[in-house]
Antibody
């Protein structure tokens, strides 16, 4: 059974950092591109970042470029999102997602709250 | 960036109704268009990919059509579990972009 389990969310002050992790099971995540998508409270979906399966090419939304870094630990079958310089408008549920050309499976999400 | 615009934003309907949700792209996305369903408090679920291909396990009452810049999602006979929010998404190019969502509510 395919599973994606996010962790690492929480409350952080503006300017702070958080590291989100996504543990994949039921498939080999290095064979797929993987993404992060976020959803601010009561709002729609916003794509954040994608890492390709093989070469590890990365893509970022302009809103997070230079502050967030996506990476993967292939031995642990884990996806990581390092978030620095957090702002209030980064407050959202962050979903980890698998891609087979498109996003076909989502984790349940982890909540990140940026507030003083 | 490619802008995705859905209409309507809210749709009221009854069980058994046929409903259609529209999605327009600001430039062509070919057929690289997906539809997702999101229940309250849950993660999105893939319904349709490549504009009209039904994801495995999704009921056949869901269908998609369109290409280029105009797309539709149709639910042929609404069931109680279908009352949710629906999003279109283009994956033709980065940055991936979503429509603002269509909330389907019980009349």
């Amino acid at each position: 059974e395919v599973q994606l389990v996010e962790s690492g969310g929480g409350l952080v002050q503006p300017g702070g950092s958080l590291r989100l992790s996504c543990a994949a099971s039921g498939f080999t995540s290095s064979n797929y591109a993987m993404s992060w998508v976020r959803q601010a409270p009561g709002k729609g979906l916003e794509w954040v970042s994608t890492i390709s399966g093989s070469a590890g090419t990365t893509f970022y939304a302009d809103s997070v470029k230079g502050r967030f870094t996506i990476s993967r630990d292939t031995t642990a079958n884990t996806l990581v999102l390092q978030m620095n310089g957090l702002r209030a408008d980064d407050t959202a549920i962050y979903y980890c997602a698998r891609e087979r050309e498109l996003i076909d499976f989502w984790g349940q999400g982890t909540l990140v709250t940026v507030s003083s | 960036d490619i802008q995705m615009t859905q209409s309507p934003s809210t749709l009221s309907a009854s069980v058994g109704d046929r409903v259609t949700i529209s999605c327009r792209a600001s430039q062509t996305v070919s057929r690289y268009l997906a539809w997702y369903q999101q229940q309250p408090g849950r993660a999105p679920k893939l319904l349709i990919y490549k504009a009209s291909s039904l994801e495995s396990g999704v009921p056949s009452r869901f269908s998609g059509s369109g290409s280029g810049t105009e797309f539709t999602l149709t639910i042929s006979s609404l069931q109680p579990d279908d009352f949710a929010t629906y999003y279109c998404q283009q994956y033709n190019s980065f940055p991936y972009t979503f429509g603002q969502g269509t909330r389907l509510e019980i009349k």
